[in-house]
Every structure is written in structure tokens, then in C-alpha cells.
């Protein structure tokens, strides 16, 4: 029977932040970062995809609506709505961007990804 100690474990790499477990801590502004820049670009992509569907969910009721008054009312609010949300979502884009600007941060990480870098303070 083998016995295992911790340092026969290796350790567990997040896909999203690769190599984590590896950083030394002077690392750290560049690992949160990186944490920044992907619940941000997670939540916009998200955002987009949910307005996305609800715009293809209004020209659905719209279509189907039958010439219904009402029907045809909630399509078109629903469109509205979805097309209102995309605009926001790309404001908050363009604002979270004009901030990174303003504060001299950079968005761009290796390998052209998206990665927010934060200045050190250390050495």
C-alpha cells in the first residue's frame, strides 16, 4: 500500500487562470487581475446572449402573434427591451474600457487574451 504525502499531489490547475498554484507573491495584482477581466468579460458575454434571446424570443412572438392586439404589443416591448439591454451592455463595455484607459491599465495579456494587468506595488 502506497502512502501519499502532499507533495506527491500535483496541483490543480484552473483552466481559466492557468498555473495559479505556481505564482509567487508578487504575482498577485496580475492573478486579480486576471480574476477581474474574466467576471467582467463573463458577465457581458452573458448579458449579450440573454438579450440575444430575448430579441429572437420577441420576432418569435411577433410572428406568431397572429395579429393579436396584445400579442403583438408584448412583442414588441420585448423587443425594445432586448434592444434597450444591448445598448446598456455596450455602454458598460465601453465605460469599463474608458476606465482601464483613464487608469493607465492595460487589457491585453499574453498571447493577445484578454487579461487585466494591474500595477505592482512591490519592486
Known sequence: MKIFLAEDIP??????????ANKKSGDAPTVFGNIIAVIVGTMLIIA??????????????????????????????????ALVGLLIVFAAWAFYLVILQILGLSLVGENGAFSLI??????
Do not use: C, M, Y
Open 48 to 81: 449579450t446572449l440573454l438579450a440575444l434571446f430575448q430579441l429572437l424570443q420577441g420576432g418569435f412572438e411577433w410572428i406568431t402573434s397572429g395579429g393579436d392586439k396584445t400579442g403583438l404589443e408584448n412583442a414588441q416591448h420585448r423587443i425594445t427591451n
Open 11 to 20: 496541483p490543480i490547475n484552473n483552466p481559466v487562470l492557468p498555473n495559479i
Open 118 to 123: 494591474l500595477p505592482s506595488l512591490g519592486k
